[in-house]
């Protein structure tokens, strides 16, 4: 006689075939998923990029891969990112949930949120950072600044070899500070440090084996301990110390010349008190601010360590970059944005830093309402992932799109040349938000690094490894050491 159990489970799995297959029948194809694992074995997680690369190249630029139960659609090319990101925008202008960030946001803040909520508050942040790079104080001139408290950072290294991660980190979350509390911090400053600390702990735990397994299974969250509890920690921890500023902001606060981002949002929490649906509140106020500090400070930190890995590999980029600077900043003054029309070399240079690297190359869109895309039914909600990297090294637009060349973004004369495939930022309507302040930050602390000081490698160049790793969230350079040598 067959045990009742057996026969429990045989249910179960059959249930379970039959739901992913009516679910397959309306999505683009893919490889056949495995109950409960989905196509997870399929996967090599420390190169996903690489993984979808070679399902497009036998399913096609739209396909499925099922992360657990869950159906994510892929988009491969820059055809299918450009038709679904650009030319539909609206439909594909959803965020694709991720369990553990949907758990600490709650549907709150400007990167994982959805629906009016999203659009009011991309919106405002948009007008605020325009507002605040018109200032008296511009955005301008907090980084400035903070690349002069770097270059003094630099020097006290005495030109003895160091990993850059933390000081580079440390400058560029300085210049989101000045923006959200008006004020940068010093480098010592032990509430600057827990901020800085907890965001390259949280980049860690994010991007861990368990983390990626608690998304794929996100009651592991409610149920079991792990290093989710220290990032949900981490982060209760930063959106305490925002609340605490803005109460001191509210304190003095002069509507009529606001200063830094708590101050415009205030004044609009003010304006919307009476409205009982108002997306401006104290807690929404933190959780915006969060994700300003975890979009903006490991992305753009890490580009500019990538950059500088790039240039001691290649030695001959890195004189022509120099030279540019001399003649069209000189030593005596320090770069400003107005330089950069001068200098197409180095800005091809950092374009190319951000094409190779794509820095985060899969965060998840989703569908906002039942859509057909290129005779496949794709239903509200469901995940997908426009693959930048696809798109930022197809090789009809950048040839050799493996090897780190500028010339990618320069015409026959010399010209800073631009590229519709060129997309870090993303596309559409999910195109990053902090686009414009991280195009000064890479330019101003790029130029201001090579101005003061020659980059000396502690290996031959020939040695130099450039291979980015991937750590399932983020792409990173390998670590290495430097001497900045002062000019």
Not at 150 to 168: G, Y
Not at 239 to 264: G, T
Not at 404 to 426: A, I, Q, T, V
């Amino acid at each position: 006689m067959i045990d009742p159990a057996v026969v429990l489970v045989l249910c179960l799995c059959c249930l379970l075939l039959l739901s992913l297959w009516k679910g397959k029948a309306k999505l683009p194809p893919g490889p056949t998923p495995l109950p409960i694992i989905g196509n997870m074995l399929q996967l090599d997680v420390k190169n996903i990029s690489k993984s979808l690369s070679n399902l497009s190249k036998v399913y096609g630029p739209v396909f499925t891969v099922y992360f657990g139960r869950r159906p994510t659609v892929v988009l491969h090319g820059y055809e299918a990112v450009k038709e679904a990101l650009i030319d539909r925008a609206e439909e594909f202008s959803g965020r694709g949930i991720v369990p553990l960030v949907e758990k600490a946001n709650k549907g709150q803040g400007v990167t994982f949120s959805n629906g009016n909520r999203w659009k009011e508050m991309r919106r405002f942040s948009l007008m605020t950072l325009r507002n605040l790079g018109m200032v008296k104080r511009s955005i301008e001139d907090h980084v400035q600044e903070e690349a002069h408290c770097l270059v003094e950072e630099l020097r006290k290294t005495n030109a003895s070899p160091c990993d850059p991660t933390f000081i580079l980190g440390c400058a560029i979350c300085n210049v989101i500070c000045s923006i959200i509390f008006q004020n940068r911090f010093d480098y010592k400053d032990h509430n600057f440090l827990t901020i800085v600390e907890g965001f390259d702990e949280n980049a860690k735990i994010i991007s861990s084996p368990w983390i990626r397994l608690c998304n794929n299974f996100p009651i592991l969250l409610d149920y079991f301990p792990g290093s989710h509890n220290k990032y949900l920690e981490n982060i209760a921890n930063l959106r305490r110390y925002v609340i605490e500023k803005a109460k001191e902001h509210q304190a003095s606060l002069d509507v009529n010349n606001p200063q830094d981002f708590i101050d415009y949002f205030l004044i609009k929490m003010d304006q919307e008190k009476h409205n009982p649906q108002s997306v401006f509140t104290l807690e929404n106020l933190a959780v915006t601010v969060s994700d300003f500090f975890g979009a903006g400070t490991e992305t753009a930190s890490t580009t500019v360590r990538y950059c500088l890995l790039l240039l001691l590999k290649h030695p001959e980029v890195l004189a022509k970059v120099r030279e540019e600077i001399d003649r069209v900043v000189g030593r005596d003054r320090s770069p400003c944005l107005e330089d950069r029309s001068h200098m197409p070399y180095l800005d091809a240079v950092v374009h190319e830093t951000q094409r190779y690297v794509d820095v985060v190359p899969n965060v998840p869109h989703a569908v906002t309402c039942d859509v057909k895309f290129r005779n496949y039914l794709i239903p509200k909600g469901t995940s997908v992932v426009a693959s930048l990297t696809s798109v930022m090294h197809d090789n009809k637009e950048f040839p050799n799109p493996e090897k780190f060349d500028p010339s990618h973004f320069l015409d026959e004369r010399g010209n800073f040349k631009k590229s519709d495939y060129f997309m870090p930022f993303s596309a559409g309507k999910r195109m990053c938000a902090g686009e414009g302040l991280a195009r000064i930050e890479l330019f101003l602390f790029l130029t201001t690094i090579l101005q003061k000081f020659t980059l000396k490698s502690v290996v031959d160049p020939e040695d130099i490894d450039i291979t980015p790793v991937f750590n399932g969230f983020f792409t990173l350079p390998p670590p290495y050491q430097l001497c900045f040598v002062p000019v």
